[in-house]
């Protein structure tokens, strides 16, 4: 230990990284008796590339036209629909334009995380090529429910990823997002075919790993497995209910919670719906990365 304070007092290397700040938004929130109050967690990226989004919630024209646009399942977990919620809302109260948007980075494409990317037509939607091909197929009953043909088919610029990515974080293969700097795609099926997580790079804060739909409720991250038991099972039996690939989600899990508690890494893992873990990170928000 005494070593340690006999270190010269070097000036901290400050990591010079594309990603300026980060807004932690709730794009869409929903409460159910099946699954309790839920939010939509998005990022919103200040870079030097522009504004670029993690996942987009629901959009405007989801709002405005429920039944069609959002269809019956979504409907049937309570969502509050509300304008303010809408990444295009909030991003114009924060005194930018709809235009500034440049890329939406989407952890994959059902209903609640790729709607309110319509309210961004200048933005190139970032996805795995698998993911992309089985939204627009919707052979089956599940991916009908869950891609709506008025999102996929309205996106008019789409950049896939695919094949062997470079290591990250001790995940085998990551996707630097093109075009972005310090914003890398991380696949992960399970909850859909072409899921992923979204790795964020910043300065002052070490990691955000957002995990889109790859765990439900932060017990999954929990190394003792504490929680509130009813509420996570609730979750959990939904969770294994929506996978396209029900036998990776408990792997996924095990790699995230393995990712969460690495002394090594400094990374904050999240998911889509946890509100609690949402609003830990909001409240911890840091102005401007130094």
Same mark, same amino acid.
């Given at each position: 230990?005494?070593?340690?304070?006999?270190?010269?007092?070097?000036?901290?290397?400050?990591?010079?990284?594309?990603?300026?700040?980060?807004?932690?938004?709730?794009?869409?929130?929903?409460?159910?008796?099946?699954?309790?109050?839920?939010?939509?967690?998005?990022?919103?990226?200040?870079?030097?590339?522009?504004?670029?989004?993690?996942?987009?919630?629901?959009?405007?024209?989801?709002?405005?036209?429920?039944?069609?646009?959002?269809?019956?399942?979504?409907?049937?977990?309570? #969502?509050?629909?509300?304008?303010?919620?809408?990444?295009?809302? %909030?991003?114009?109260?924060?005194?930018?334009?709809?235009?500034?948007?440049?890329?939406?980075?989407?952890?994959?494409?059902?209903?609640?995380?790729?709607?309110?990317?319509?309210?961004?037509?200048?933005?190139?939607?970032?996805?795995?090529?698998?993911?992309?091909?089985?939204?627009?197929?919707?052979?089956?009953?599940?991916?009908?429910?869950?891609?709506?043909?008025?999102?996929?088919?309205?996106?008019?610029?789409?950049?896939?990823?695919?094949?062997?990515?470079?290591?990250?974080?001790?995940?085998?293969?990551?996707? #630097?997002?093109?075009?972005?700097?310090?914003?890398?795609?991380? #696949?992960?099926?399970?909850?859909?075919?072409?899921?992923?997580?979204?790795?964020?790079?910043?300065?002052?804060?070490?990691?955000?790993?957002?995990?889109?739909?790859?765990?439900?409720?932060?017990?999954?991250?929990?190394?003792?497995?504490?929680?509130?038991?009813?509420?996570?099972?609730?979750?959990?039996?939904?969770?294994?209910?929506?996978?396209?690939?029900?036998?990776?989600?408990?792997?996924?899990?095990?790699?995230?919670?393995?990712?969460?508690?690495?002394?090594? %890494?400094?990374?904050?893992?999240?998911?889509?719906?946890?509100?609690?873990?949402?609003?830990?990170?909001?409240?911890?928000?840091?102005?401007?990365?130094?």
């Amino acid at each position: 230990m005494a070593q340690c304070l006999a270190t010269p007092a070097y000036p901290p290397v400050v990591l010079a990284v594309s990603v300026r700040r980060i807004h932690h938004l709730n794009c869409g929130s929903f409460d159910s008796l099946a699954s309790g109050p839920l939010v939509s967690h998005v990022l919103l990226c200040e870079t030097n590339d522009g504004l670029v989004l993690v996942d987009s919630g629901i959009g405007r024209s989801d709002i405005a036209a429920p039944k069609n646009r959002l269809g019956r399942v979504a409907l049937a977990l309570g #969502p509050a629909l509300r304008v303010e919620e809408t990444a295009a809302h %909030q991003i114009e109260a924060l005194g930018y334009q709809l235009s500034d948007v440049r890329h939406i980075v989407a952890t994959h494409l059902d209903y609640d995380h790729i709607g309110g990317a319509l309210d961004f037509p200048h933005a190139t939607v970032h996805t795995t090529a698998a993911e992309l091909r089985t939204a627009q197929a919707r052979r089956r009953l599940p991916e009908r429910l869950r891609y709506r043909r008025p999102h996929v088919e309205a996106i008019t610029s789409f950049q896939t990823y695919d094949g062997t990515g470079e290591e990250l974080l001790s995940l085998p293969t990551a996707h #630097p997002i093109i075009g972005v700097e310090d914003v890398w795609l991380v #696949p992960l099926p399970g909850h859909s075919i072409g899921h992923a997580g979204v790795a964020v790079r910043t300065s002052n804060r070490g990691w955000l790993f957002h995990a889109g739909d790859a765990f439900y409720h932060r017990a999954a991250l929990s190394p003792s497995r504490s929680a509130p038991i009813s509420r996570a099972a609730a979750l959990g039996a939904i969770e294994l209910t929506l996978a396209s690939i029900p036998a990776k989600v408990r792997a996924n899990h095990q790699q995230l919670r393995k990712l969460a508690h690495d002394p090594s %890494q400094r990374v904050s893992v999240f998911c889509a719906h946890d509100a609690i873990l949402f609003d830990r990170l909001r409240a911890e928000q840091s102005p401007i990365f130094p």
